[in-house]
């Protein structure tokens, strides 16, 4: 699961929850192939969310599917099953990858000494969140955070790349910053990854 990770896929799902019994009778009246047509894609914003590559978010939900299709029978909520069978794979392919995911600095959080793994992938998911909203922004917000916090610009700099006033430079980022946090926020997320 080494593959290079290519353009991100917009907007994000929330995580739905196990359900009590996992091995009681489907509850679901859809096939199969109707629950792939209608949750493949929101399964795959969610793995991406959690990834952060969609050659490997497409693998976890690819093989979570697979797995449903060999339970089919004992699976009561086949929707909840599946987004808990793709967080467990991200959480999965994050563990057995650790090496890889923490040298990438710029898109990964840093990994804390007492980190739990939930506390880990709380982090993984806030910082997928956050990357799922910068490609929301429009292309002249996008190119400011990108001059400021990736190429490490003063706003002098920026106003010279731009053509926007200096004065101007600071206000914008301000207003886009408290924007993020604020949806953030609203996600339930509370800091930073």
Request: negative net charge; hydrophobic residues 35%; contains cysteine.
């Amino acid at each position: 699961m080494s593959e290079s990770c290519p353009e991100p896929l917009p907007d994000s799902v929330e995580p739905m929850p196990l359900p009590d019994n996992p091995t009681a009778i489907s509850s679901d009246l859809r096939s199969l192939p109707e629950i792939f047509e209608a949750e493949e894609t929101p399964l795959l914003r969610y793995a991406f969310s959690l990834v952060g590559c969609r050659a490997i978010a497409e693998e976890i939900v690819q093989e979570a599917f697979l797995q449903l299709h060999e339970h089919w029978s004992d699976v009561r909520n086949p929707v909840a099953w599946l987004y808990r069978s793709v967080r467990n794979r991200s959480y999965n392919h994050h563990r057995d990858n650790k090496r890889e995911i923490l040298t990438d600095e710029d898109t990964q959080p840093e990994e804390e000494p007492n980190d739990t793994p939930e506390d880990l992938l709380h982090r993984m998911e806030a910082a997928g969140f956050l990357r799922l909203l910068l490609a929301e922004l429009e292309e002249a917000d996008q190119q400011l955070i990108q001059l400021k916090y990736y190429e490490d610009l003063k706003y002098r700099e920026i106003s010279e790349r731009t053509g926007i006033s200096i004065g101007n430079v600071g206000y914008r980022l301000h207003h886009v910053l408290k924007q993020l946090a604020e949806k953030l926020r609203h996600l339930g997320i509370e800091s930073a990854p």
